[in-house]
């Protein structure tokens, strides 16, 4: 039997999560690096999906310069009755990776934290290509493929979103450029979320209990998020602590990627040169290397 409200308080719900939102380093960081690469949207019409409703609302909240026309797309009835109570217009429910939206409609796409939990990310890529209107923009976030401590004891505490199971853990640089070559140019790439802003992150939500972006139960009920906002509140010198010793060790690999790519005039299955014996020129190459270096 669960202690958890049978209706709580929506609008108290909302308010708590994006306080716990304000309070967390790594997602008000990759909100920061999206927006910067988002740059202006007069007059544009853009679509942001998040799997995290706080950072939706946020995006929404810096606007971009101000002047676009902005639609939320969320991938539960939940998730879009909390983009509604925030006071977000113009939401549409969805199941991906089909979009429910017409050819061109789009001058600009934000995809945040929803790669990793489709089954075929090739697919939603191509059909965001579909939406978008011609050589306009993608703004992406997604976990980095690495098997880490952080990773390990998020999976040892059950830290994990029971309502949206993830596929896969991440990509590699070359997996994510397998997802987009078909039909995107990068432009540019960054990366934020060291090991000792990730690893304090998890501590926070170990000790809070509650995943704060999920949309299971735990993380609907007030009495659950008031305690969640409490314990963010009181890491907040360990957030500090752990961005000094990120710049520290600086060289300690990413955990997360931004990038922005342009999109090409057509979705164009890129097909890789192979020569006569099948093989890639990469593979060719790197083969030789490895047999001058053994002579």
């Known amino acids: 039997m669960t202690d958890e409200p049978s209706n709580p308080d929506i609008a108290e719900v909302v308010r708590l ?7 967390s380093p790594l997602r008000r960081r990759r909100l920061a690096r999206q927006m910067r690469m988002l740059d202006k949207v007069g007059g544009q019409e853009v679509l942001e999906m998040s799997g995290d ?9 810096a606007g971009g310069g101000g002047g676009g026309s902005w639609n939320s797309l969320a991938t539960s ?12 217009d113009r939401i549409h429910l969805a199941e991906l990776p089909a979009l429910p939206f017409a050819d061109a409609s789009f001058d600009v796409v934000v995809v945040n934290d929803m790669l990793e939990y489709v089954q075929k990310p090739a697919e939603l890529m191509g059909d965001i290509h579909r939406v978008m209107r011609s050589k306009t923009r993608l ?7 690495r098997r880490t401590l952080v990773s390990v004891l998020r999976k040892l505490a059950g830290l994990t979103d029971p309502t949206r199971p993830m596929v896969c853990t991440g990509f590699t640089p070359t997996e994510l450029f397998e997802v987009l070559r078909d039909g995107f140019d990068v432009q540019e790439t960054t990366g ?13 939500e170990l000790f809070a209990g509650v995943i704060p972006s999920s949309c299971e139960p735990a993380a609907l009920s007030e009495r659950r998020l008031r305690r969640a906002a409490a314990v963010f509140a009181a890491f907040t010198p360990l957030f500090w602590l752990a961005g000094l010793l990120d710049g520290l060790f600086f060289f ?13 005039m057509m979705w164009v ?19 030789t290397k490895i047999g001058t270096a053994t002579e």
Do not use: C, W, Y
């Open 252 to 264: 300690l690999p990413h955990h997360h990627m931004v990038l922005r790519a342009k999109r090409r």
């Open 77 to 88: 009835e939940t998730q879009a009755e909390l983009l509604a109570e925030a006071g977000l």
């Open 53 to 61: 409703d706080a950072s939706s609302v946020a995006m929404r909240n």
């Open 192 to 204: 934020f979320g060291r090991f000792f802003s990730e690893f304090t992150e998890l501590l926070a």
């Open 269 to 287: 299955p890129r097909v890789t040169p192979r020569l006569r014996d099948g093989r890639s020129i990469a593979e060719a190459a790197l083969r």
């Open 139 to 145: 703004i992406l976030h997604v976990r980095r493929k």
């Open 17 to 23: 999560r994006m306080k716990i939102f304000l309070r």
